[in-house]
């Protein structure tokens, strides 16, 4: 099924906004600049794959063969809309960065 243009770049906006907020919060409560980057393909597996965890570690062969599967198989708006939320959550650690150069100790 073939997204439409209006809902590709609304999807792209949400998932940027979604992820640099999450980001944002995150870096903000525990204080680690780039948790949220490092986080955000264990977070796009959840999105992606329909296999449940614990089968990574029961059954890591044939979960990983599935996921590599699936990724393979995303459809190019699909790249676009999960690109877009890892850019939300590298400029929220770029937004905490600055945040902190400047003197903000809260963050």
């Known amino acids: 099924m073939q997204m439409s243009l209006p809902v590709v770049l609304i999807s792209m906006l949400l998932f940027f906004v979604l992820f640099f907020g999450i980001g944002f919060l995150l870096n903000m409560l525990l204080r680690m600049t780039w948790i949220m980057a490092v986080l955000c393909p264990i977070v796009f597996i959840f999105i992606i794959d329909d296999i449940p965890w614990t089968k990574y570690f029961t059954d890591p062969v044939s979960s990983f063969v599935a996921l590599k599967h699936k ?7 699909d790249i676009l809309i999960l690109a877009s939320g890892f850019v939300g959550a590298v400029c929220a650690g770029f937004a905490i960065r600055t945040l902190r150069a400047k003197g903000y100790q809260m963050f």
């Open 71 to 77: 990724v393979l198989s995303l459809a190019p708006a």
